[in-house]
């Protein structure tokens, strides 16, 4: 049976990413080595490391703009602690919308004054803040542009005077944006990219060297960038899996062309949420995320049947997060319209029987 995934993350892959990976851990183009058994150092690998770091900001259409492309270690949870290492001085300012917007604020006034410019937790992240005022001399405003526990999405970014940081783990590639508004961007690999292990960060060169503590080498930016992303031992499959998979979006048209159908799949669920009276939204409409859709039931006493459907159909991924409750549905983009389309079913069918 064909097995549809909503999981949150590690996510989904392309089939055909799949397959080239799977191989590649046998043997890497005929070299009669394996992908995680060949030399960082080896001209193969080095090529690989050199074409995810090229093939990212060409997606981001930041190639020749003064940007640079990494592939790190630690997760985004690691990226909290670094951005406050290599930019904070003095103060900054963040948004907080959620966990990982929480999480991400907690690493960073270890090393100086933080602001807490806009929340939304009052209301449980239900929302996105706007309207807000952005303090002056911030050192840098950090955003999360799309919250997986909650379903909820930035769809406009502020504009500033100081170095604008995102986290972007959960939406990266997802949809066109004015990626050089951006000063920095990271984004964990494993919610739209590739597998876990490894982390891209995307850094505007101009805004390092600007604090005057003594950066530890592994949190410099400086220093992997100076070593091509290659400092220490990368991530080797993480890297090649991201490679293979900004490779399959490139072929099919970029990011214009999975924006059309991200936008598909997510009216598709929305408008079942909307219309059956089973089911309710979790986000508020106007800051839905286009790639995680949280949802509840109305009627408890269908939650079993419903369940039930799930898991006969193939439907797997989709429990909410305990602090959410309901259901969750990560659409990121190897999922199919079909998929999405599955579940719509399955939800029309629950209202048409409860």
Known sequence: MKKHNF????????QEVMKKAADA?????GSGLSLIEISH???????IMENARSLALELLDLKDKGYVALFLQGGASMQFLATAYNLLERKAGYVNTGTWSLKAIKEARLYGEVLEVASSQEQNFNFI?????????LDYLHLTSNNTIFGTQV?????????LVCDMSSDIFSRQLDFSQFDLIYAG???????AGTTLVVIKEDI????TRKIPSMLDYKTHISKDSMFNTPPVFAVYVSMLTMQWLKDMGGIPAIEEINEKKANLIYSEIDLNPVFSGFAAKEDRSHMNATFNITDDTLKETFDKQCKEAGINGINGHRSVGGYRASMY???????VGTLVDIMSELERKG
């Open 208 to 211: 390092l060297g600007k604090v």
């Open 155 to 163: 769809k406009e970014f502020p504009k500033t005077d100081c170095p």
């Open 189 to 195: 690999a494993q919610k739209n990219m590739g597998p």
């Open 25 to 29: 851990v046998v043997e890497l183009d």
């Open 7 to 14: 999981s949150a993350g590690p996510c989904i892959l392309p």
């Open 41 to 47: 150092r080896s001209a193969a690998f080095v090529e």
């Open 129 to 137: 803040p706007k309207g807000y005022i952005i303090p002056k001399g």
């Open 333 to 339: 983009n190897a999922l199919s319209l079909e998929s």
